[in-house]
C-alpha cells in the first residue's frame, strides 16, 4: 500500500471534511439567516449557499468520490460485494440525489428570488414554502453522509 494509499486516503478525509463541513455550516447560516425575516440578510446568505456549493461542496465531493473509489478499486477486490463499502456507497448517491434533484434547485431558486426582495424589502410566501423543503432535504441530505461515516469508519460487515 504504501505512500499512494495514505496519500489517497489524506485526500478522502480532506474532501469529506470539506464536503461535511460545509454542508452542516451553510444548513446552520442560511437557518439563522431565515430566522431573522430580514432581507438583506436573507439575500446575502442565499448568494452565499450558492457560491459555498460551487467553493466547498462540490470540490469535496469530488474528492472523496475520486480519492475513495482510487483506493477501492486499486487496493480491494470486487468492491460491490464489500457490505460496508456498498452501503457507504449508496447512502453517498442517495444524498446526492437529494442535492442535484431537490436541494440544488431550491437553492437556485430561492437565490433568484432573494435578489428581488433584497430590493422590495419583502419576502414573498413563496420564499418560505421552498425554506420548509431545502430544510427538511437539506436534514436528510446531511444526515445520510453522517450515517456513511459510520460505515467507513467502523466497516460492520
Known amino acids: 500500500m504504501g505512500n499512494t494509499y495514505l496519500l489517497l486516503k489524506s485526500i478522502h478525509i480532506f474532501g469529506v471534511i470539506l464536503l461535511m463541513g460545509n454542508i452542516i455550516v451553510t444548513a446552520w447560516w442560511k437557518f439563522m ?14 448568494r452565499q449557499v450558492i457560491l459555498t456549493d460551487f467553493v466547498f461542496t462540490a470540490p469535496g465531493a469530488l474528492m472523496a468520490i475520486m480519492a475513495g473509489d482510487t483506493m477501492a478499486y486499486h487496493f480491494m477486490e470486487n468492491t460491490w460485494d464489500i457490505q460496508w463499502l456498498t452501503w457507504g456507497r449508496c447512502l453517498f448517491i442517495a444524498s446526492g440525489i437529494i442535492w442535484i434533484t431537490i436541494l440544488i434547485p431550491t437553492q437556485i431558486k430561492q437565490s433568484r428570488m432573494a435578489r428581488n426582495f433584497a430590493i422590495t424589502q419583502s419576502i414573498p410566501d413563496e420564499y418560505w ?3 420548509q423543503r431545502w430544510n427538511i432535504f437539506g436534514a436528510l441530505a446531511v444526515a445520510l453522509p453522517l450515517i456513511n461515516i459510520y460505515w467507513m469508519v467502523f466497516k460492520p460487515i
Do not use: G, H, M, R
Open 33 to 46: 439567516a431565515d430566522k431573522t425575516k430580514e432581507p438583506n440578510v436573507i439575500a446575502f446568505a442565499q
Open 129 to 131: 414554502q421552498l425554506s
